[in-house]
């Protein structure tokens, strides 16, 4: 896999932004969205609607998921 561009949505963050693209943000997701996107960080906790993102490409794509059981409806 190769790195990806995508737009921030409306109220972004980075970690919101990166969960939303892969689904977790475990395996240095959101360190590694940082690193790539020079000057993000500085910019504050919520990304401008439409500034282009680079995302890393996982190293694996698979994660510790965990089970859960609901007990009551």
């Not at 921030?8 to 689904?23: C, K, M, P, S």
Request: hydrophobic share 40%; net charge neutral.
């Amino acid at each position: 896999m190769t790195n990806r561009i995508v737009l921030a949505e409306q109220n972004d963050t980075i970690d919101a932004l990166v969960y939303r693209h892969f689904g977790y943000t475990s395996g240095g997701l959101v360190e590694q969205t940082v690193a790539l996107n020079r000057g993000l960080a500085a910019r504050g906790v919520v990304i401008t609607q439409g500034t282009s993102v680079v995302l890393p490409a996982p190293l694996n794509t698979t994660h510790n998921t965990t089970k859960t059981v609901q007990l009551w409806d």
